[in-house]
């Protein structure tokens, strides 16, 4: 790679990430000014709402109270919480801010207009759980003791303690939907500034604090995932050009992998879901984690790729090399499955390159009439060692899920210590059952997840809502396996229909898998760079995006597929990168041309339209995706 093409690639970077910061802050004043002009709308007495106590900031004693007992600044919540003298409505004794600061107004009113669209529906779960350090405990001994204590009827005590019980009860319950690694971000994020900065620029309060910190970290997570996005399609692009037959020596030079990783990189940050990776959700860190994570092991396969083709590595050198990339990747994704449970999808990932590998070997050794018996007891060898130190990847990513399952399940069966109730009645289904996941019972019961419970005919616009992104993610997964069809078994036309065959499939699906390593032999070639996109190693990407299509379509609450997919799947935005880039290199007398070119303008009319209902919808609290 050329310096000039490095130093361009370093500007664009630069661009993407002001571009994507831009993109966050437009959408954040828009938000804001939506939710000051559109009046809210009442989402009902069960949903979450989300207090920043900025228009009455005030305690009994009549000072500026910035925390509040029982939050995570009240650095004596631990101690009130056992001897059952919590208050929330009370300024923490050790509230060392509690002093008059000097306050500028027109601060404070900037705080108040920006902050209260971004805590709407689950971003209040987020910040409560950012706030309060005991959301996810068992109630039990709390409110036992507190609701007991001035009450003489025992009767009375029992029923009033059994209501209160049950309604945090399903509290603590709910928060374990959501996974702590974005709360604690948050809540140290937080801490560091109020540390840090002086506490006449910050909001009067903690939990305005907390909110102002979520779209410090959210946009910063944002503009990082965009680039990380942008890098991982320039090396897929490249390591894919890598496996393609060279018509002349200057064929690779003509490949534009920078624009083409420009548009997707653009695409992502006015991608449909934006309001939710403005807001107080855990979208953005997740999306900085996970194409980070991609980013850094397609550099590697890469790196691996070209030293082989160079023959300037070691075998053990190449292993090395790649491990390394390998290492970061799966960090970045476990942390990934912590702040969301999809996370663990990128397991597939570890296990399609697993298999692929595995392929690649055979497929080797029988281009090569390599059958003796020691042959394939190697490759037996070989292929047990790929699928194990890949299986093991594979569960490093999705252990944070099980390791939270294990919490919830401690903090609800083994911390409770209460004479006056029962355990929940799943801690006893857990008990003896191995299968028993908490997660998708919280699911389950507090939202009504799980397969086709969902078609419902009042769901009927939820899925109008999720159709367009169910249809291009269906469409690009299509899209693949036709290109992929072609490319091994090499028909057109209709003779196509005559070479499905099983025989057919299974010879489709071992070549696709072989070539999806990082192998760069016998790979036919691509038509242009746009369609490098397309290439024999994305497969992972276009499978897991099809994944998160169906769990969408028969599983999840349909309505968020939108910012399910957007937020996880690197492989919608090349798709559609190729949809538009198809337009704009298309030949102006062909007959396709106008139908691509309304494509590309249906494509952007449905990103910018989603965006807008979004700030419409969402920061008033109507229904969204």
């Known amino acids: 790679m050329s310096?000039?093409?490095?130093?361009?690639?370093?500007?664009?970077?630069?661009?993407?990430?002001?571009?994507?910061?831009?993109?966050?802050?437009?959408?954040?004043?828009?938000?804001?000014?939506?939710?000051?002009?559109?009046?809210?709308?009442?989402?009902?007495?069960?949903?979450?709402?989300?207090?920043?106590?900025?228009?009455?900031?005030?305690?009994?004693?009549?000072?500026?109270?910035?925390?509040?007992?029982?939050?995570?600044?009240?650095?004596?919540?631990?101690?009130?919480?056992?001897?059952?003298?919590?208050?929330?409505?009370?300024?923490?004794?050790?509230?060392?801010?509690?002093?008059?600061?000097?306050?500028?107004?027109?601060?404070?009113?900037?705080?108040?207009?920006?902050l209260p669209p971004i805590t709407k529906w689950d971003a209040a779960r987020m910040l409560t759980l950012s706030v309060d350090p005991w959301a996810r405990y068992s109630p039990i001994p709390f409110i036992e003791q507190a609701t007991c204590n001035d009450v003489e009827d025992d009767t009375i005590c029992n029923a009033t303690t059994t209501d209160e019980y049950n309604k945090a009860l399903n509290r603590s319950e709910q928060a374990h939907a959501f996974l702590p690694l974005f709360p604690l971000i948050i809540r140290y994020t937080a801490d560091f500034l109020i540390n840090a900065i002086p506490h006449s620029f910050l909001p009067s309060t903690y939990e305005a604090t907390i909110a102002f910190t979520a779209v410090?970290?959210?946009?910063?997570?944002?503009?990082?995932?965009?680039?990380?996005?942008?890098?991982?399609?320039?090396?897929?692009?490249?390591?894919?050009?890598?496996?393609?037959?060279?018509?002349?020596?200057?064929?690779?030079?003509?490949?534009?992998?920078?624009?083409?990783?420009?548009?997707?990189?653009?695409?992502?940050?006015?991608?449909?879901?934006?309001?939710?990776?403005?807001?107080?959700?855990?979208?953005?860190?997740?999306?900085?984690?996970?194409?980070?994570?991609?980013?850094?092991?397609?550099?590697?396969?890469?790196?691996?790729?070209?030293?082989?083709?160079?023959?300037?590595?070691?075998?053990?050198?190449?292993?090395?090399?790649?491990?390394?990339?390998?290492?970061?990747?799966?960090?970045?994704?476990?942390?990934?499955?912590?702040?969301?449970?999809?996370?663990?999808?990128?397991?597939?990932?570890?296990?399609?390159?697993?298999?692929?590998?595995?392929?690649?070997?055979?497929?080797t050794a029988i281009s090569a009439k390599r059958d003796d018996k020691v042959c394939i007891r190697a490759m037996t060898v070989k292929c047990a060692t790929f699928l194990c130190c890949h299986g093991i990847l594979a569960l490093a990513v999705a252990a944070p899920v099980f390791y939270h399952d294990k919490r919830g399940y401690g903090f609800h069966c083994m911390e409770s210590n209460s004479s006056v109730f029962n355990k929940p009645e799943w801690c006893t289904q857990a008990e003896d059952s191995t299968k028993f996941s908490l997660y998708a019972h919280v699911q389950r019961k507090h939202w009504n997840v799980g397969l086709l419970r969902y078609y419902e005919l009042k769901q009927i616009?939820?899925?109008?809502?999720?159709?367009?992104?169910?249809?291009?993610?269906?469409?690009?997964?299509?899209?693949?396996?036709?290109t992929s069809w072609n490319r091994h078994i090499g028909c057109a036309g209709p003779d196509c229909k005559n070479s499905i065959t099983l025989k057919n499939v299974f010879r489709w699906a071992f070549q696709a898998l072989s070539s999806s390593s990082d192998s760069v032999n016998n790979i036919p070639s691509v038509s242009n760079s746009s369609q490098l996109l397309l290439g024999p190693s994305c497969l992972p990407y276009y499978a897991i995006l099809a994944g998160f299509a169906l769990v969408g379509t028969f599983v999840a609450h349909v309505q968020i597929s939108t910012r399910l997919i957007c937020s996880?799947?690197?492989?919608?935005?090349?798709?559609?990168?190729?949809?538009?880039?198809?337009?704009?290199?298309?030949?102006?007398?062909?007959?396709?041309?106008?139908?691509?070119?309304?494509?590309?303008?249906?494509?952007w009319f449905y990103f910018l339209l989603y965006n807008i209902l979004g700030i419409i919808m969402h920061v008033n609290w109507l229904p969204w995706t």
């Open 216 to 363: 410090i970290v959210n946009i910063l997570a944002f503009a990082i995932a965009a680039v990380s996005l942008y890098d991982l399609t320039i090396f897929m692009s490249m390591r894919n050009d890598l496996a393609t037959p060279k018509k002349d020596e200057t064929s690779n030079k003509t490949t534009n992998y920078c624009d083409i990783s420009k548009t997707t990189a653009e695409l992502f940050c006015v991608n449909p879901a934006g309001v939710f990776f403005t807001s107080a959700y855990s979208e953005s860190v997740f999306a900085m984690l996970t194409f980070g994570g991609h980013a850094i092991a397609s550099r590697g396969l890469y790196y691996n790729a070209s030293s082989k083709m160079r023959n300037t590595n070691s075998n053990r050198s190449s292993i090395r090399l790649v491990s390394y990339f390998w290492v970061l990747s799966t960090l970045l994704w476990a942390l990934a499955s912590y702040v969301r449970s999809n996370g663990t999808f990128s397991s597939i990932w570890w296990m399609l390159i697993g298999i692929g590998e595995c392929c690649s070997y055979i497929y």
């Open 3 to 114: 310096q000039t093409t490095q130093r361009r690639q370093h500007w664009q970077r630069l661009r993407i990430f002001l571009l994507a910061v831009v993109s966050r802050v437009i959408l954040l004043l828009g938000m804001a000014l939506s939710c000051a002009i559109i009046p809210d709308f009442h989402p009902g007495d069960d949903v979450l709402q989300f207090n920043l106590r900025l228009e009455n900031p005030n305690n009994a004693a009549g000072g500026t109270c910035f925390c509040l007992q029982g939050r995570a600044c009240d650095k004596g919540t631990t101690a009130r919480r056992h001897i059952s003298m919590m208050n929330g409505n009370l300024c923490a004794g050790d509230d060392n801010t509690t002093k008059q600061h000097i306050r500028y107004d027109w601060l404070d009113q900037f705080y108040s207009f920006i």
């Open 461 to 482: 616009p939820n899925f109008i809502l999720a159709m367009p992104i169910l249809l291009l993610s269906f469409g690009a997964a299509a899209w693949w396996i036709i």
């Open 568 to 603: 996880s799947c690197p492989a919608l935005y090349w798709f559609v990168t190729i949809l538009i880039t198809s337009a704009q290199n298309n030949d102006k007398d062909s007959e396709n041309d106008t139908r691509r070119t309304r494509t590309t303008h249906l494509i």
